[in-house]
């Protein structure tokens, strides 16, 4: 059926596109997804495609690389959220718009934010990945915990306090790098209502939200260990841990057998303001400028944001950013956490959108290591952290 949708979409002109697209992609379920639906598309379009497959760091000087040297080495590209206005200011990605892409409505609106920029769309979200809350089933039923016990900050903390009073253990976290350790903190930080910069995008680390929320992170932390992905992952499956900041690119929870998740509540206790906290981490796609193959480049992009298409992906581990997927009947039917996905992408929140933002999560997360270990006061590192992130923003 699929197939047969995607040669009536083709039309007889699109398969007179030859040669080969070569596509920039983040390694693991993210790649693998987009595999998927090539076979299809390759034979449909008789387009070959090549995959490079590449790790966080290594895709995103990839792409700037190519654009900086012109070599026209990638014709599809995924690109991380807190990349997009150092990709706009080197000119690597190519506006969509004018290539005859358009952003539909049954895209989730907020997902959309970082997507288009001065009125030109150079991205496509393609990749749901958004903050939730992973938490051990069978320790939350042993000590009396259900979901409705976890929509606050304070109740979250309850379960990990008695839970590692209990011998299981509390809140896994990351801290392993700089970014970790800052995307980690994230949802409690907006939960209290605080942000890293402020809308003109000045540094807001030293306030007192700020600290409250650190605050809080740590005594949570406390109550458990930090842990590597794997580890966390597996320490939330076995009930060594029995909270953490995960993402559903992670692992499928309706395999799990004893872990699941959950939208990031909001809100710090019952009687305070709720806020959006589930930070996206989605991966987005983007044709990079210097592809001489845009036109079948924008052809695939189509392809793989085709809702029929994206609908199908679930099935192997994809996350569309739509709502014809996401709540879906017969999808919910199988994939009930597609709504928990739904709901958290519908209250979800970008990384700051800057050119600066590796630099500014190094220097935060640096200090916040600092203060997590006990080597600083709470004060004094987010006061060093302000101070050198003013410097380094160039704040008069």
């Known amino acids: 059926m699929i197939l047969g949708l995607i040669i009536s979409l ?6 007179n596109h030859a040669g080969k697209l070569v596509l920039a992609l983040r390694s693991g379920t993210y790649a693998e997804v987009i595999k998927s639906c090539l076979p299809d598309f390759e034979e449909s379009y008789g387009i070959k495609c090549e995959v490079i497959e590449l790790s966080e760091d290594d895709l995103h000087s990839a792409v700037l690389d190519d654009s900086e040297h012109s070599k026209g080495e990638y014709d599809l590209c995924m690109v991380d959220g807190s990349w997009v206005s150092e990709y ?41 990945n958004v903050t939730v809350m992973m938490y051990n089933r069978d320790v939350a039923d042993e000590l009396g915990f259900d979901e409705s ?11 990990c306090r008695l839970s590692s009073d209990a011998g299981h253990g509390g809140f896994a976290y990351r801290g392993d790098t700089e970014n970790d350790i800052v995307v980690d903190f994230l949802p409690i930080l907006c939960a209290f209502g605080g942000w890293v910069v402020d809308y003109d995008n000045n540094p807001t680390v030293d306030t007192p939200v700020f600290k409250e929320a650190l605050e809080f992170y740590m005594e949570l932390a406390s109550t458990g260990s930090q842990l590597p992905k794997e580890d966390l992952i597996a320490s939330i499956e076995n009930g060594s841990s029995v909270t953490a900041v995960g993402w559903p690119g992670w692992y499928n929870a309706e395999e799990s057998t004893s872990s699941d998740y959950m939208a990031f509540p909001g809100k710090v206790s019952p009687g305070s303001a709720g806020y959006n906290s589930n930070i996206y981490g989605i991966w987005t796609l983007g044709i990079p400028n210097n592809s001489t193959n845009k036109k079948a480049a924008v052809e695939l992009l189509k392809y793989l944001m085709n809702k029929e298409v994206q609908k199908k992906t679930i099935e192997i581990g994809g996350v569309p950013c739509r709502y014809s997927s996401l709540n879906a009947p017969d999808v919910l039917e199988k994939n009930p956490h597609m709504g928990v996905i739904c709901t958290a992408l519908e209250n979800g929140i970008y990384r700051p959108v800057m050119q600066e933002w590796p630099k500014f999560y190094t220097i935060l997360g640096s200090k916040m290591k600092l203060i997590m270990n006990g080597e600083v006061s709470v004060e004094d590192g987010l006061g060093a952290a302000q101070e050198e992130l003013e410097e380094m923003m160039k704040i008069k």
Do not use: K, R
């Open 10 to 15: 083709a039309g007889c002109a699109s398969s």
């Open 88 to 128: 706009i200011y080197e000119d690597a990605l190519a506006d969509l718009g004018a290539l005859g892409y358009e952003l539909d409505d049954d895209i989730i609106p907020a997902t959309t934010s970082i997507c288009v920029q001065n009125g030109s769309t150079y991205l496509v979200p393609y990749y749901g």
């Open 149 to 159: 016990s976890f929509d606050t900050l304070d109740g979250i903390m309850d379960f």
